[in-house]
């Protein structure tokens, strides 16, 4: 049985090529984005899966209640937390406590690297199951000096030294003797991590002020975070209550953080931290259980609209074989076999289309792992035994449900019906579900598209547009620590180079800092944005000046006394026009006073995502990141190499960090470059999935109409007029299936453009562009179709007949 | 074998009621070689799908080897068909598909006979009709005649007792047909019982028997 079914799946296959080709086409290219995401989610799903008893091990997550309504959620806690726990309830069988902020340089025998990590307790070795290669778990972390390194970080540091007791100086924490080195970690994990240090270290560091005030403070919860691990049999609903209790016990009376009202705190488990929820401070480095979300439910819609294709023109092209139907049920064959036989025929050919996906895939893969957003998680696209099972699965689960509806509906036909002729009455029935299908696929594609152009527009009107500032030919450099007046000297001298400026960030990204401001002392202050720069960086934006000037050459980079504001700021600090503003005091941080110096235009300092706000540049160099450097058009990559070259003997440590000033602008929308390239890529398929199941179902009526348009060719009737006959229900679908799309498309594209303040104007344009570029498409397929059946000879079909 | 009392069959078109099979009295014994024969309409193939069980009657009682058909359900009867009857098609129905060897095979799938036995009784049957040549050919390679000497291989393989060929040559020339006709005659000596339905009066005249229908009616 399962022989004939193979066989005869084949040889229908062969006898239709192209029909064929059309449906392992579409069904193939769909199913490949199916495999990427069980690829993503099978990849994503085995973090963190080797630690012992994972079930009983949980982080303490805090929830921070905002003064101002809602609240946020954090990967964080106190650090005092898990004293707490630990000293006072019985339930935890061992707690870790981590304090995040081990990051920096590493110093060796003189030479210096950047590494990552944490500082631990010493049960960080015992409740995760890291192993070590060298040295010993239980005693590695006791010591206040005791570090265990990563095998990448023994190898940056030592080379192939024997890291084993040797100090290494982490600069503002000490030194550390290395007392381990972790074995290669058995799978991913959500830690992120290259060093972890005693958490012993920390009381004297926080002593030394060489760290913000942690261990008791309650306040802090951003730098710590705290894993318990229970004992067996413990009622989670006891940990809820004591953690209730906890909060409850040490906020009381104290003073919060101005925009927290209250913290809450929350277990999460170990297994469900990588995926899981959208939480700040999250270390993790998977990806967030809500792309997983998006990603599955777009290929959930292509794989549903390539299933009814392929259900589609199963029926279309199974309509020929009904008189095999009848004929084999005469033979003897029940509804189920024949219906096994066409479930089997379903379930072959999504074999088959799986080996074509396959081949898909390995480009898919390629383009996915390209796009920005997944630089910042660990996603590796590895394949091994189990997951030929599950694509398998997969396969075997489309090819039976997009079987079904044929098969069922097949096998259920009499067979004295069939032998006998008279089908046609019965299988026009089915063609209202069928014209559905198209319809929906239209409409889908259609969205698709209008959704990409306008999301391309959208992108290109922001990456074109102009902010109101010079930033072309500006090189920004990240000094990295570095002593900036020692740098500029160094660059000063190399042939393009204009001048030089510093900031503390660079205009039209999201980075920037804000303080509280006032015009009276008595005022109540608000908060407003700022940058710290010297006239040089405002004098290369080339911002405009609409009273006063830049900064006074020579101000002192101690004490500050000048501010710059945009216009914007002048309404909020009551000043009725920029000539007004020139001189007058301002106050600070409650107590600085800054006298006005100038007034600029407003231009876009954030990217267009936001309204233009209020601004002040202030003169203060110890906050300076950034240096600003303009340079001769047409110097830029001598100007980078000269610069390489000096950097790297300024600072052998970190790498130069350069990038056009434009580009840093525009990098700000890199997320919504990714949501382009995915709904693109979405669209392109579902068109041709359209496209192709219109071309089957054209095809299909085309040739059951092949007498017909014979007998109308002798009675009289043009070329025209039959194309148009065969083409006008189709077209009706189509016109429909677009006309559907175009308020959806326009709800779509203004949720899209709801993100930005300053946007394009002309959607609707765009959205007729999606209706005529669908609509041709459609009809181009239709009329490759009726046309060709429109120029055969009446006589060469009447006489086959 | 077959006993038919009292069939009608109808189909109401409007308020008018046409009687395709009417008050159709008819018993076979194992063994005969009957000819159904009519003009065009007369309800020849219907009377031999309702005796094939394929289309199904009115009114009346039918009663195959002791079984009552018209008590029947649709499963049990496709049972009973499978069982003991063997159809042959003017167009023959051939599985396009298919080679010689899987068409004559076909019937054996569905009654789950052994991969082995299915092998011997192909075999012979191919060898009996002198296609072995041919086994791994499709229908389109065929001539006509050869095709319906498939079909007819493949009415027989499963061994039904009753054999129902409708106009078995009719698609076949002069030279074909007979030689179709032959191998009948031959079937009927071996004991199969046949129904054919035919025109012509040569061909009838291979038979033992011959009904005549007219509008529904047999002529007496």
Redesign the interface.
Same mark, same amino acid.
């Given at each position: 049985?399962l022989k004939?079914i193979f066989?005869?799946s084949i040889? $229908?296959m062969l &006898?239709n090529p192209l029909f064929s080709f059309i449906n392992m086409f579409g069904l193939a290219v769909s199913m490949s984005l199916g495999l990427l995401i069980i690829l993503i989610i099978k990849d994503q799903y085995t973090f963190d899966n080797f630690h012992k008893d994972a079930e009983r091990i949980f982080r303490v997550n805090t929830k921070a209640i905002r003064t101002e309504g809602g609240s946020e959620n954090y990967a964080s806690s106190p650090f005092v937390m898990g004293t707490t726990l630990k000293e006072g309830y019985s339930f935890a069988e061992n707690v870790v406590r981590i304090y995040s902020q081990l990051n920096g340089d590493a110093e060796y025998n003189k030479v210096t690297v950047p590494v990552h990590g944490y500082f631990a307790d010493p049960s960080f070795l015992e409740v995760f199951n890291f192993k070590l290669e060298k040295g010993n778990p239980s005693t590695a972390l006791n010591d206040p000096d005791g570090v265990v390194l990563t095998t990448d970080a023994a190898k940056k540091i030592f080379g192939n030294a024997d890291p084993m007791g040797k100090a290494i100086n982490f600069k503002g924490f000490g030194n550390f003797i290395v007392r381990g080195v972790f074995e290669n970690f058995p799978g991913k994990t959500h830690f992120n991590f290259e060093v972890i240090a005693s958490s012993n270290a920390l009381p004297l560091l926080e002593k030394q002020k060489a760290i913000s005030e942690t261990l008791q403070n309650w306040n802090n919860y951003y730098t710590g975070y705290v894993y318990v691990k229970l004992r067996k049999d413990v009622n989670l609903r006891e940990v809820k209550s004591a953690l209730a209790e906890i909060s409850r016990k040490n906020y009381a009376g104290r003073k919060l953080e101005t925009r927290d009202k209250a913290y809450e705190f929350f277990l999460q488990p170990l297994n469900k931290i990588s995926p899981g929820p959208l939480l700040s401070n999250d270390n993790s480095r998977a990806l967030p259980e809500i792309v997983l979300l998006f990603l599955s439910v777009l290929a959930f819609v292509i794989l549903l609209m390539a299933g009814l294709n392929f259900t589609n023109l199963m029926i279309a092209k199974s309509l020929k074989r009904v &008189?095999?139907i009848? #004929? &084999? @049920? #005469?033979?003897?064959? $029940?509804r189920w076999?024949v219906f096994k036989q066409f479930i089997g025929e379903s379930i072959m050919f999504a074999l088959f289309s799986l080996f074509v996906s396959y081949l898909f895939l390995q480009f898919l893969k390629s383009a996915f792992l390209k796009l920005q957003f997944t630089q910042e998680f660990s996603i590796d696209l590895r394949e091994d035994s189990w997951l030929y099972v599950y694509f398998i699965l997969f396969a075997l689960v489309i090819g039976f449900f997009a079987g079904l509806l044929p098969a069922g509906y097949l096998s259920g036909f @009499?067979?004295?019906l069939v032998?006998k002729d008279t089908l046609g009455k019965k299988t026009s029935s089915r063609q209202l579900l069928r014209k559905s299908l198209m319809v929906v696929q239209f409409t889908l594609s259609m969205v698709f598209i209008a959704v990409v152009l306008i999301i391309f527009s959208q992108l290109k009107y922001l990456t074109k547009a102009d902010y109101g500032i010079n930033d072309k030919n500006i090189l920004n450099v990240r000094l990295q620590g570095n002593d900036y007046n020692k740098l500029a000297l160094e660059f000063q001298s190399i042939a393009g180079v204009k001048q030089i400026g510093f900031a503390s960030h660079s205009l039209g990204t999201s980075h920037d800092y804000s303080d509280d401001y006032k015009r009276k002392a008595t005022d109540a202050s608000f908060v407003m944005r700022d940058f710290r720069a010297d006239a040089n960086f405002i004098s290369n934006l080339n911002i405009q000046f609409v009273a006063g000037k830049n900064f006074t050459p020579g101000l002192s980079k101690e004490h500050e006394s000048e501010v710059i504001i945009n216009e914007k700021a002048l309404t909020l600090f009551g000043f009725k026009s920029p000539g007004e503003a020139i001189g007058q005091q301002l106050y600070a941080q409650d107590s600085l006073t800054l006298s006005v110096v100038g007034v600029v235009k407003d231009f876009h300092f954030r990217p267009m995502t936001y309204e233009i706000g209020p601004l002040a540049f202030r003169y203060r160099p110890t906050d300076f990141q950034l240096m600003s450097i303009a340079f001769q058009p047409g110097s830029k990559d001598k100007l980078l190499a000269a610069l390489s070259l000096i950097w790297k003997k300024t600072d052998p440590v970190h790498p130069l960090q350069s990038n056009l000033m434009r580009e840093e602008i525009n990098d700000a929308y890199i997320g919504f470059t990714d949501v382009l390239n995915i709904i693109g890529y979405i669209s392109f398929l579902s068109i041709i999935i359209a496209c192709l199941g219109m071309l089957g179902m054209v095809m299909y009526n085309t040739q059951l109409r092949t007498k017909e348009v014979s007998v109308r060719k002798v009675l009289g009737a043009s070329v025209k007029d039959v194309t148009v006959l065969l083409s006008r229900s189709f077209m009706w679908l189509i016109a429909f299936g677009v006309l559907v799309g175009m308020p959806i498309s326009y709800l779509l594209g203004n949720l899209f453009l709801q993100n930005f303040a300053y946007k394009i104007s002309y959607e609707p344009l765009l959205i007729v562009a999606g209706v005529i570029i669908t609509g041709m498409l459609g009809l181009i397929t239709v009329c490759s179709q009726t046309i060709r059946a429109a120029l055969l000879n009446p006589s060469k079909s009447l006489r086959t007949e | 074998m077959i006993e038919l009392k009292g069939i009608y069959k109808w189909v109401n078109t409007g308020n008018n009621r046409t009687f395709l099979l009417k008050d159709i009295h008819l018993s076979v014994k194992e063994g005969e070689f009957i000819s159904i024969m009519g003009p065009s309409g007369s309800g020849k193939s219907t009377l031999l799908n309702v005796i094939g069980m394929l289309d199904e009657f009115n009114e009346g009682e039918y009663n195959f080897l002791h079984e009552s058909v018209h008590k029947l359900k649709e499963k049990q009867r496709s049972g009973l068909y499978k069982q003991y009857i063997g159809f042959v098609f003017q167009a023959y129905h051939l599985i396009d598909e298919l080679t010689v060897y899987e068409n004559i095979e076909t019937p054996l799938l569905y009654q789950n006979i052994k991969s082995s036995e299915r092998q011997a009784m192909v075999a012979d049957m191919l060898d009996r009709f002198n296609i072995v040549g041919k086994k791994n050919l499709f229908p389109a390679q065929l001539s006509g005649g050869q095709q319906q000497l498939v079909g007819v291989a493949r009415a027989l393989i499963a061994k039904p007792k009753l054999l129902l060929a409708d106009e078995p040559t009719g698609n076949l020339n002069s030279k074909q047909g007979e030689e179709i006709m032959n191998l009948f005659k031959e079937l009927n000596n071996e004991g199969v019982t046949i129904i054919q339905v035919t025109h012509s009066d040569k061909n009838a005249s291979y038979g033992s028997r011959i009904i005549n229908l007219l509008d529904g009616m047999i002529q007496k």
């Open positions: 049985m004939s066989l005869t040889r $229908n &006898r &008189r095999e009848g #004929v &084999r @049920k #005469v033979m003897g064959a $029940n076999q @009499k067979p004295v032998l | -």
